[in-house]
């Protein structure tokens, strides 16, 4: 028999917060646990939360899909729309995008999902006060969103899926109760994924932690999701079978509007997402973050904190690309010994980070499968550095410089600067919202 990935109904008990979702592969079962806080039960009866849980339960499957990635997707008792069923294929194929391409997997355009069809998938609408609720990273971007939506006056209330080490810190200094959910992996799914005959590779982590912010925003009160993905997030890293793949999909423009349509379709249209930097180019909420100093010690866009087991090393590693990147872009824009303070050394004036600066920048390899901006930007920053006082002597500023200017030429090094500092039109913010913000971060 051909090989399925089964997708069982979950279920939620309000009793204890837990939702439990169960998958089938190869004659084995998975369980997957989130803890949401305490739970009024009547809000968890809607038939909104109940579109949103089985959602949940079919974009929390690709943890487990991905061990063997099979080409048949069952759900035999979760109903879905045409629309749902083209967002659940836009997630395993364009979600795992990464791990397709880094596995030589060739699935784009040949999963399918069985599921019976829901011909009622625009559910009543559910009462939500305008309050908003904002999914912190512990990184500089969502800290911007804060600083954006304080200035502006939006109610918000901080939100993570297993909070740790910048997390907790950092909605510890924003000062206001958050919503935090535990999420708990199968270990069987972990342990399978270093096992001869499994796969392993990387998942859509934004489309995962919205699933469950979109759960906690029917059963808690809010009417919009708030989301700190900035527009450099929508380009790719590579083409493979014919499709380009991005380590970010879920942070794109693309998947925005698509889950966007979907949380409002379940709610009946009360519930909003968009994400509010979506205008700007990473090396302007850069610029952002320099307004505000109170985040400095306990921030870190560093992926090693954010492991399921935690970090036991610096805040800033100082040696992966998101490391090199971040501290590219901050370059230009912060006082050179407060960003040497944050991260604790000169990155730019170590030759041993020459090579991932050239990758970042497209003078060498491929954009690095991490979460980093467009690879002009980087090139843009660079070149600003080579006519910056603090950095124009940097070791990686000095030994990059001839091929930077012979690759891209100073015209287009200029031109991609300026592009970076103008905000971009194409968003999904609310009207309102989107002009005060725009007033506020001239
Ligand atoms: C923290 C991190 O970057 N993890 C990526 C890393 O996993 P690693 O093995 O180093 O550590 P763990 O995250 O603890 O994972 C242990 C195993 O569990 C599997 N797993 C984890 C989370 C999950 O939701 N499902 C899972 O199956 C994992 O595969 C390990 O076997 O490498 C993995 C393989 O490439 C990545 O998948 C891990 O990425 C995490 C899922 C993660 O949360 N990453 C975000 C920091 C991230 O990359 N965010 C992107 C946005 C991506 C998107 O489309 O939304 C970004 O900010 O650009
Ligand atoms: N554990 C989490 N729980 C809830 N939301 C999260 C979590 N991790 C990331 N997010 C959210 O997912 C989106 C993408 O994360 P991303 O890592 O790009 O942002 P960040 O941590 O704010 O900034 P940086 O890019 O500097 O790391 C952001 O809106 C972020 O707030």
């Not at 646990?33 to 009024?40: A, H, K, M, R, W």
């Not at 944050?342 to 730019?348: C, Q």
Request: glycine residues 6%; contains cysteine; proline residues 6%.
């Amino acid at each position: 028999m051909t090989e399925q990935f089964l997708i069982e109904r979950p279920s939620f008990h309000p009793a204890t917060g837990q939702a439990i979702f169960t998958y089938g592969l190869g004659g084995k079962s998975f369980t997957e646990t989130l803890t949401l806080p305490e739970v009024d039960p009547e809000k968890a009866a809607s038939p909104a939360f109940a579109k949103l849980l089985d959602l949940t339960a079919i974009v929390l499957g690709v943890s487990y899909f991905k061990l063997r990635a099979p080409f048949e997707i069952v759900a035999p008792n979760i109903a879905l729309s045409e629309a749902e069923r083209a967002f659940a294929i836009d997630v395993y194929e364009n979600g795992l995008g990464e791990f397709y391409a880094r596995n030589n997997l060739a699935r784009f355009g040949k999963l399918t999902i069985s599921a019976p069809h829901d011909a009622e998938a625009i559910k009543p609408i559910v009462a939500l006060p305008d309050r908003a609720l904002l999914p912190i990273g512990g990184g500089k971007d969502s800290l911007v969103s804060v600083d954006l939506l304080t200035a502006v006056g939006l109610d918000f209330t901080p939100f993570a899926v297993n909070p740790k080490g910048p997390i907790i810190t950092s909605i510890d200094k924003i000062g206001t109760k958050p919503v935090y959910v535990t999420r708990t992996l199968d270990a069987e799914m972990i342990r399978l994924s270093k096992e001869p005959g499994y796969y392993n590779g990387h998942v859509p982590s934004t489309a995962i932690n919205s699933m469950i912010a979109a759960l906690c925003a029917v059963l808690f009160g809010f009417n919009q999701i708030v989301l700190s993905n900035e527009r450099s997030a929508s380009e790719g890293n590579v083409t493979f079978d014919g499709r380009e793949t991005n380590h970010q999909y879920s942070k794109s423009l693309g998947f925005e509007l698509l889950i966007a349509s979907i949380l409002s379709d379940a709610t009946g249209g009360a519930l909003k997402y968009y994400s509010l930097l979506r205008p700007y180019s990473e090396a302007r909420i850069a610029s952002l973050f320099t307004h505000e100093t109170k985040f400095d010690r306990v921030f870190s866009s560093c992926n090693r904190n954010f492991r399921l087991t935690g970090n036991d090393g610096p805040l800033w590693c100082g040696e992966c690309p998101k490391c090199h990147f971040v501290f590219l872009i901050f370059a230009p824009f912060m006082a050179k010994d407060r960003l040497l303070s944050i991260f604790g050394k000169d990155l730019l004036d170590n030759l041993d980070n020459e090579a991932s600066f050239r990758e970042l920048s497209g003078l060498a390899g491929q954009k690095p499968w991490e979460c980093v901006g467009e690879i002009l930007e980087a090139a843009a920053c660079l070149y600003t550095l080579t006519r910056h006082a603090d950095w124009h002597e940097a070791a990686v500023v000095r030994a990059v410089k001839a091929d930077l200017f012979a690759q891209y030429g100073e015209p287009k090094l200029q031109a991609a600067m300026a592009e970076c500092l103008t905000d971009s039109h194409d968003h999904h913010i609310p009207p309102a919202l989107a002009a005060k913000v725009a007033a506020y971060a001239v």
